[in-house]
């Protein structure tokens, strides 16, 4: 029987319909469940299928990729095994607010309900870290859910949808609807009477202070948050993991909230009169454990904006809630006229000292290492994109590297170990203009230390930097704080890393000193290349300044 020459494959349609939604590169692990959008993405030139080590990093990759780019990172993956390896980027992506489509190869139409091999189901897997899960049953329905996941991935908070793709009906032909038409992020303008009550709130403050963060922010948003911070002459602090929202550099920039509080923005935050919450959900970490602010209704006053109207008031009663989208909220705070910006000079002032005073500004004060991440500051272009994943090495990082452009802080909120590697391939093969650079921890390396391959294979330009302490170095911390000098199963034994990177075909470098490493990147970077350096950390410090208890 031949085909009528108006139908295509199911799965033909289906890369069709990713390369006129714009996407770009698909990252993911092979697998027998979707071999006919393999063959599908065979020869063509405007689509690149990265193919991964392990499904998780190939998910951890797909968030970064979006993050640089601002479209919904595609990933692919095969059924069971393959989805549940995935999972632990798609609870990145929907922590981090992160637009990301999960395609999963699924049992044939007429195998499900019987646990067939690697059946599972995925709406109740994904269901709770997930914007949207479904399975595409009938082929000629692909364009509908394929649009539909673009923009909802895109929309209000973004975050991951997950589709299934059950083998046979990618085999099946069918007639293509219309052309798709490209799916953008809505925009949600803010409420004017709203922007009347923030003003008048503002007018009446005499500690102001804004906490930036969550995802969908845009260049236009950011710069427009910060003029609004010139104007106003008013503080502007980063959550957990978003300071590149604002240039480190800004004169108004006072900090960031992490895992290892910096005492002078706590006692900021709880003395302030108006916090100004713009895109954050605040969480656990930025709020401290829900100490900085306390539920239901926190000390101070609240503003609280946030694209979904869900949000404001789960935890914490604002004082005023506005739902909007970044760059439509900022853009109209761009254009409010002053209040008082002369009556926040002295509480500024305070906030830089405290920053600068904390070590942010002076790392060459601190330990080697500290230095090493300064030195970063000194020689690496601003639009360079920094990569982590967990652990306490990143302490220094976040603390020391001064994040200058959007899209130069790539590591998870949701604190998932493995993130580093993945996250810097995303972002090479995203912006391959731009230096990338991976830190991580021994223990962090080695969860997603395969894609070394990967960068490797599509000829990545990329360095790892590895903080080697031979230990899982935050529960260690944990350890000593509840159960002192009890060591028990945070001890690692390693393998060679430099000899285990040239394996891959990757240069490697071993360094302890300053000059050293000094030296290992001035090389790494002239390369370019996949390049590791191992950088032998004080094992006697579990955090800048903090020493391990003896």
Known sequence: MTTP???IRAADH???????QGTTDVFGVPGESYLPVLDALHGRNDIRFVTC???GGAAMAADAHARITGRPGICMVTRGPGATNASAGVHVAYQDSTPMILFIGQVARDMVEREAFQEIDYRRMFGQMAKWVAQIDDASRLQEFISRAFRVAMSGRPGPVVLALPEDMLYDQITPPA???RAEATRYLPDPEGLVALRERLAAATRPLVIAGGGGWTERGRAALAKFADTQNIPVAAAMRSQALIDNEHPKYVGHFAVGKAPYLVDALEGSDLVLAIGPRLGEMTTGGYTYLTPPVPAQKLIHVFPEPEEPGR???????????MQSFCEALEQLSPVAPERFTTWLAGLRAGLEGYGNMAPHAQDAFAQMVGHLNDVLPADAIITNGAGNYAGWVHRFYRYRRLGSCLAPTSGSMGYGLPGAVGAAVAAPQREVICFAGDGCFMMTCQELATAVQHDLRLTVIVANNN????????QE???????????????DFCAFARSFGAEASHVSTLD??????AGARARGGVNLIEVAQDEGLLAPGVPLPV
């Open 179 to 181: 052309a798709s038409r």
């Open 315 to 325: 935890v914490y009663e604002p004082d005023l809630a506005l739902t909007a989208d």
């Open 481 to 495: 704080r509840e159960f002192p000098q009890r060591i028990s199963g945070t001890a690692l034994t390693n393998p």
């Open 5 to 7: 020459p108006c139908q």
């Open 516 to 521: 050293e490493f000094k030296a290992a990147l």
């Open 471 to 478: 230990r899982y170095g935050t529960i260690r911390a944990h």
């Open 53 to 55: 080590r392990q499904e």
């Open 14 to 20: 289906l890369v069709d319909l990713l390369q006129a």
